[in-house]
């Protein structure tokens, strides 16, 4: 059984910078597909970065320069570095993983588990 534990949201002001972090439990992921989601209110869960088990990386347009994902192999974590954030990334922010290669970008449907979701709220 596969376990993603979400860490690093809260609350900031438009320009500042967050650190997400996912801690995947019950095996080993360091080869697993990985991406971080997004979800506002009355919205569709959007993807917002992935990684693939080979290390390509895809994000969003509406993040490029902005986010950083990545790997924190030592940790066994997949870590998602936000900066000049807006008012506009405010959402519940999910990591997903899947065992299987995964198509970049893919659909939330294509992600077999899930983590709980921490918020980020961005204040103008």
């Known amino acids: 059984q596969v376990q993603l534990v979400e860490s690093g949201g809260g609350s900031v002001q438009a320009g500042g910078s967050l650190r997400l972090s996912c801690v995947v439990s019950?095996?080993?992921?360091?080869?697993?597909?990985m991406g971080w989601f997004r979800q506002a209110p009355g919205k569709e869960r959007q993807v917002v970065a992935q990684?693939?088990?080979?290390?390509?990386?895809y994000y969003a347009d509406f993040v490029k320069g902005r986010f950083t994902i990545s790997r924190a192999n030592n940790e066994n974590a997949l870590v998602l570095l936000m900066g000049a954030l807006k008012p506009d990334d405010t959402a519940m922010y999910y990591c997903?993983?899947?065992?299987?290669?995964?198509?970049?970008?893919?659909?939330?449907?294509?992600?077999?588990?899930w983590g709980q979701g921490t918020q980020v709220t961005v204040s103008s």
């Open positions: 997903a993983a899947n065992p299987m290669w995964v198509p970049q970008p893919a659909a939330a449907s294509e992600y077999e588990y």
């Open positions: 019950g095996r080993t992921y360091s080869r697993y597909c």
């Open positions: 990684i693939n088990g080979y290390d390509t990386i």
